[in-house]
């Protein structure tokens, strides 16, 4: 997948306004929350509960009101987490509770190579709350921030993503029945062919005999799966070529898909690709021919001929 980034520097912000600064790292047990603010030059922590942003809200608010009643200022609050699991919703949760927030390519983040790398929440969290706030000085290659997608963007891409992994997911179970029938000598059977199963029925092993009982079993159980991920992909690729030939489709991506579609070549296509190849080939070899002397047209293969050279 490619990351799209955006790498425009922050707005600078009015002296009367004060800046805190959260970095969150987020997984599905707990989510360490690092902040910084006027108030001291420490680096302040808080375990949460993972999951909880009600808690993470509130633990932003009670810090902002904090701040403000000691400098008497406005408090604007600028927070950032690594792109990954958790997708953009809370993205879009801080930014409608008035919270700037960042999301930044875990990949992009500067690591010190002269010494040994530790890898923990704390580590991670502190190193994500300086690029923050080197971020927020004006050093725009800190970081690469993503371009977060809007809800009807995001959606529109689980089309092409589920037929993805519907695919791989074919392969893999293609896979897993041509392996087993090879455990009994058997090469040529293609559970992508129609009436797999009643094929299966009549294979016979290498020694002539039928399946062992749980092993056909198991392939049946395989050809049903496989059965059911087909008909998935026939769905999907149906809705698909909806969305291209409906002219009035309001699908963020139809034009992509039209393209898509169109540059590949069709199944009837093929052999006149391969033909117009091979004209091209031979071509060029019988220029090459023709200006050879004679002793060296004897050694040229008897294929030559059989080319029409």
């Not at 608010?61 to 400098?71: C, I, Y």
């Not at 949760?93 to 919270?99: Q, R, W, Y």
Request: glycine share 4%; charged share 25%; net charge positive.
């Amino acid at each position: 997948m490619t990351v799209r980034t955006v790498t425009n520097l922050p707005a600078v912000t009015h002296g009367e306004t004060v800046r805190c600064s959260f970095a969150i790292e987020l997984s599905t047990m707990s989510w360490v929350v690092a902040f910084n603010t006027p108030l001291s030059e420490k680096i302040s922590r808080h375990a949460l509960t993972g999951c909880k942003w009600k808690r993470l809200l509130e633990l932003i608010e009670e810090v902002r009101a904090r701040v403000s009643r000691e400098t008497g200022r406005a408090v604007e609050v600028v927070s950032c987490y690594e792109a990954g699991y958790d997708g953009f919703w809370l993205h879009r949760k801080l930014e409608a509770h008035g919270i700037r927030n960042y999301v930044i390519d875990p990949a992009s983040l500067q690591v010190d190579r002269r010494a040994r790398r530790v890898k923990t929440d704390r580590s991670d969290t502190d190193r994500l709350l300086r690029s923050l706030m080197a971020y927020l000085r004006g050093e725009p290659k800190v970081w690469s921030v993503v371009r977060v997608p809007s809800v009807a963007e995001e959606d529109a891409r689980r089309l092409h993503r589920e037929r993805d992994r519907l695919v791989s997911e074919r392969v893999q179970h293609v896979n897993r029945i041509k392996g087993l029938c090879a455990l009994q000598g058997i090469y040529d059977y293609n559970p992508l062919r129609p009436q797999a199963m009643a094929r299966l029925e009549q294979l016979r092993t290498a020694q002539g005999g039928a399946f062992p009982p749980r092993l056909k079993s198991e392939i049946m159980r395989g050809l049903q799966r496989l059965e059911m991920v087909v008909e998935m992909i026939a769905t999907l690729e149906a809705e698909r070529n909806a969305i291209v030939e409906n002219e009035a489709s309001t699908h963020l991506n139809a034009k992509k898909i039209q393209t898509f579609i169109n540059s590949r070549p069709s199944a009837l296509s093929l052999p006149r690709c391969w033909s117009a190849r091979y004209s091209i080939v031979t071509s060029t070899i019988a220029a090459k021919w023709r200006v050879m002397s004679a002793p060296w047209k004897d050694k040229w293969p008897p294929m030559l001929a059989q080319m029409g050279l």
